[in-house]
């Protein structure tokens, strides 16, 4: 099972970004994705989730500015980031729990000047 978080860069406030996360190695629609991140010198923080219904959670701090979305035929989760912050600067990790373990992909850096 891999997972690979892409679609990250350097962004001013106020801007946008879409990040990819491509799976391979599982039956992709049947497992709940979840998106995370690390600011600098913070601990990972869970961001928000969709199910493989298509269910959605956010962590408040980004409620009505991140959209999460699944496309179950290509295998992969997004995360729409709107209405950017500097406090959204962190690297961006997404995760599925298979077999009774956490994978985790490589994270897509986000960068947000002000």
């Known amino acids: 099972v891999q997972l690979q978080a892409s679609g990250g860069g350097l962004v001013q406030a106020g801007g946008s970004l879409r990040l990819s996360c491509k799976a391979s190695g599982i039956n992709f629609r049947l497992y709940t994705m979840d998106w995370y991140r690390q600011p600098p010198g913070k601990q990972r923080e869970w961001v928000a989730n969709?199910?493989?219904?298509?269910?959605?959670d956010y962590v408040d701090a980004v409620k009505g500015r991140f959209t999460v979305s699944r496309d179950n035929v290509r295998r992969m989760a997004f995360l729409q980031t709107d209405r950017l912050e500097p406090e959204d600067t962190a690297v961006y990790y997404c995760k599925t729990h298979y077999s009774g373990a956490d994978v985790w992909g490589r994270g897509t850096l986000v960068t947000v000047s002000s």
């Open positions: 969709i199910t493989g219904g298509g269910s959605t």
